[in-house]
């Protein structure tokens, strides 16, 4: 099977489409015969060699979280899904006509591949940022990078649960971001004023990293109202970093429901082939995303 993989830390040059073997499911996993996978920072962070202490790996190393597919093998111990089914969720290398998948759920009806390739890790990451950060019903959320793919999620959700949002993006994604449910607003100077002429903000998340911790605390007024999951810098100013992945399954089997009603539709801006991972992931680096990229195989 065709498969991208990388054999040194470093950028996008790196990365390289080669045959390899095909992998096959362990107890309580199943393969798929890939369809389409999601572009994440995650993999380019983790080629980059960010992670490399805390979670090292062994290289030569696959690449990728998110994918959906056909089933085309099931582990021992595993019921309710069978050959042929189509599912989307999050397993291990992805980037490959073949995958495992750890954690799953069907793909609902009238959705595709491509649309459902990218939910499942950013879905988990957003359910778990909006528990950590303690919004509740009434109050008022902003996020900072509200039209990327956890601010695809971050917003409707918080909608759903009667919290009101402040988006913050480019200024080519104001009107995407409404769309969402959110009032819009843009970065670049005096944003900070922008945004406290909309209201007061009772809590913060900042998925993007574009460097505006210290002005979500003075949001905020509070280094424990604001969660970063994108920011690495973001305890020096007393702000929790939220790089902790709780169950991704316990997460997809929670957000189905509103996909399946139409009421979480996460778009996908742009798609590509295994040839082109490298431009893929460059692309993800540079952000400006509205919605999802994945990588059709």
Known sequence: MKKVI??????????????????????GEVRIAVRATGVNAHDWRVR????????????????????????????????????G?????????????????????????????????GYASITESSLRV?????????QTLLVSGASGG?????????RERGIAVIGVAGPDSQDYV?????????????????????GKVDAALDVAGSGVVPELVELTGDPQKVISMADLSAPEHGVRFSGTAGSVQDALDEIVGLVAAGKLRIPVERTYTLADAASAQIDSQAGHTRGRRVIVI
């Open 178 to 198: 409404r769309s969402l449910g959110a009032v819009a607003t843009t970065y670049g100077p005096g944003w900070v004023e922008r945004v406290r002429r909309l």
């Open 6 to 27: 990388f054999a040194e830390y470093g950028g996008p040059d790196v990365l390289q489409l080669v045959d390899a073997e095909e992998p096959h499911a362990g107890p």
């Open 48 to 83: 980059e060699g960010q992670f490399r202490d805390a979670h090292p790996i062994e290289l030569p190393s696959g690449v990728g979280l998110d994918a959906s597919g056909v089933v085309d093998e099931l582990g021992e111990g595993v019921t309710g899904v069978e050959i």
């Open 85 to 117: 089914d189509r599912v989307f969720g999050e397993g291990s290398q992805t980037y490959a006509e073949f995958a495992v998948l750890s954690a799953w759920v069907p793909i609902p009806e009238g959705l595709t591949f491509e649309e459902t390739a």
């Open 150 to 158: 956890v601010g695809s999620v971050v917003l409707p959700v918080a």
């Open 130 to 138: 909006l528990r950590q950060v303690g919004v509740q019903p009434g």
